[in-house]
């Protein structure tokens, strides 16, 4: 792993784990149900920012290095196969009809700018 993602990610787990351990607690104290359930959105919360971090270093190093050489298509078979164990809750509703590139406000390739090439 990248070592500034691996740090991250360890961070971030260990206060999953310190969320995890008061919620454990909390259900032990019978405290008011709803307080133990935003508890538990903040543990998810933090599982989620993980999720991301891993997904981020995956592409920038596995993905990154098959592409190059040359298995392309396999990684990203992979790669969308491995995007069901992905929370997605951006918050933003996508819409069948909407193209997905129309959500990203800058794309990075060419294919999909909206605005005129400057020549």
Known sequence: MEPG???????????????????????????????????????????????RILLRNHLLTCVSDAVSQGFGPQII?????AMKYMPFSTGQAIHPAEPLHALVEHPVCQCHRTEPEVT
């Open 77 to 81: 078979d992979e790669l969308v196969d």
């Open 5 to 51: 993602l691996k740090e991250d990610a360890a961070l971030r787990l260990k206060v999953a784990v310190g969320h995890l351990e008061s919620v454990r607690k909390m259900v032990d104290q019978d405290v008011y149900c709803v307080n133990i359930m935003k508890q538990l959105a903040a543990v998810q919360a933090s599982l989620e920012q993980v999720q």
